[in-house]
């Protein structure tokens, strides 16, 4: 079976990891979203909120399961017996970034693989934290996240 893991934080859930996982889906027999519980950022949800905003995300998705996960992504990838670690590029500063993080995951890890899938043309823009400071300044970002996403952002804005 090929395994392949797309961690990230996912703080919040996107459009555009959505269809990066979806269309990787087809790539791999099963692809595990590893959501990192402790990045060095300042995150809007918890761990169990990521996990379960990206569960509600892919519901319909046999071949793809989300689990939180500490550490190394590549750690992760040999507990979930991973071959591969999925990244989704954007335009931009994103291969470059991609590109460092592979050369350091094969350093530590020389059999795992990296694979790159280009964000679709009508998720190039979209990032956490963009949509994060969008609806902080009160814009509406419905259309860039799964449905109920921009509600529980509404909803954790105003808690705090």
């Not at 996912?10 to 595990?32: I, M, Q, T």
């Not at 689990?67 to 992760?76: I, K, R, T, Y």
């Amino acid at each position: 079976m090929v395994t392949a893991i797309y961690p990230g934080t996912f703080d919040p859930v996107h459009n555009g990891h959505v269809d990066v996982a979806e269309r990787a889906s087809k790539l791999f027999d099963k692809l595990v979203i590893g959501i990192y519980n402790s990045p060095p950022k300042n995150l809007l949800f918890t761990m169990d909120e990521r996990v379960e905003m990206f569960r509600k995300a892919i519901v319909d998705k046999k071949n793809i399961e989300v689990l939180p996960f500490n550490g190394l992504a590549v750690d992760f990838a040999l507990k979930v017996k991973a071959g591969f670690i999925l990244r989704g590029l954007r335009a931009g500063i994103d291969f470059e970034v991609e590109f460092e993080m592979a050369h350091m995951w094969r350093n530590l890890y020389p059999d795992i693989d990296v694979v790159c899938v280009m964000s679709a043309l009508e998720h190039q823009f979209i990032h956490s934290s963009r949509i994060k400071e969008v609806a902080q300044l009160g814009g509406d970002v419905e259309k860039l996240v799964p449905v109920g996403v921009a509600d529980l952002i509404s909803e954790k804005l105003n808690r705090n």
